[in-house]
């Protein structure tokens, strides 16, 4: 039978099969690696249980790597939502890891600065996150409290998932998105036992036929030991003009290297010196 993993707590799954039911799985062995969103054949093994049997190639995958172990977010989606907001104080850096990440992965990136009812806080945080803005990543201010009508747009026929920080109000978005689906998914969990393993993990609703977002857990790191060192300036979309042989060496790696166009062009203003912070951190 085919599926799609609804839900991802460690090494048990929700899966929904083609006619709207939903198996709990778990995969067999040590074999991990399942995403939400992944796309599987599965086995029957009881009513509405199953073991995973393989997994079906991935259009995208999302994940954040340290130098020890992977940490895989969603699979085959579309887009990234990377959800702010003014109080609590979110880190800028994880901003920037995120549109690196989703540019590594070939993914579009959208900005939100929720809780703009907040209006004092969201001025500051608007000034900071301008840079982004410049940098060409669409900025959507919202309060997910008051108005969600405003992210509609940006979602249709996309697979989105929210990424960010605890606290910053991606479940609101979901609980504004789909007001019913969120207290209806909660039954199916508690009714399967699958909710009962973990209450930090991911989960994919359905908006309309082709648009799909998924809520995952708060991070509050997002390592990028995955990409290696030529991708990751490539990563930096403000710093393309400047690759590609444009350095007096051709191994330059952009730290330190005399002749370095990269270089040339920070010290001249054209890039933002938060950006080559962490261009430095990530390639030093
Ligand atoms: N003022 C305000 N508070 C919000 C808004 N959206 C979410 N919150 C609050 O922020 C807190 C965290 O929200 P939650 O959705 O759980 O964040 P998550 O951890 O990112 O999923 C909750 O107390 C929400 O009520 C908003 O638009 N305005
Ligand atoms: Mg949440
Ligand atoms: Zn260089």
Known sequence: MDG??????????????????????????????????DRLRIEMTGPAQGVIKSIEPRASLLFRSDEFREK?????????????????SFYEDLVSRCLLAAEAAGLKALIILNKCDLEQETRAALAQLQLYR??????LTLSAKQDISPLRPYLRGETSVLVGQSGMGKSSIINALLPEVQAHTR???????????????????????????????????????????QDIAHAFVEFRPYLGGRCRFSNCRHLVEPGCALLEAAAAGKIDPRRLEIYRKLAG
């Open 134 to 139: 410049d940098l060409g990543y669409p900025l």
């Open 72 to 88: 895989i977010i969603a699979a085959n989606v579309t887009q990234i939502i990377i959800v702010v907001a003014a109080q609590p």
């Open 187 to 229: 039954e199916i969990s508690q009714a399967l036992n699958s909710g009962k393993h973990t209450t930090t993990h991911a989960r994919l609703y359905h908006l309309d036929g082709d648009s799909h977002i998924i809520d995952s857990p708060g991070l509050q790191e997002f390592g990028l030991a995955h990409v290696n060192a």
């Open 4 to 37: 799609q993993v609804v839900a991802a707590f460690g090494r048990h799954f929700e899966v929904e099969t083609a006619d709207g039911g939903i198996v709990a799985c778990v995969t067999r062995g040590k074999k991990g690696g399942v995403a939400c969103g």
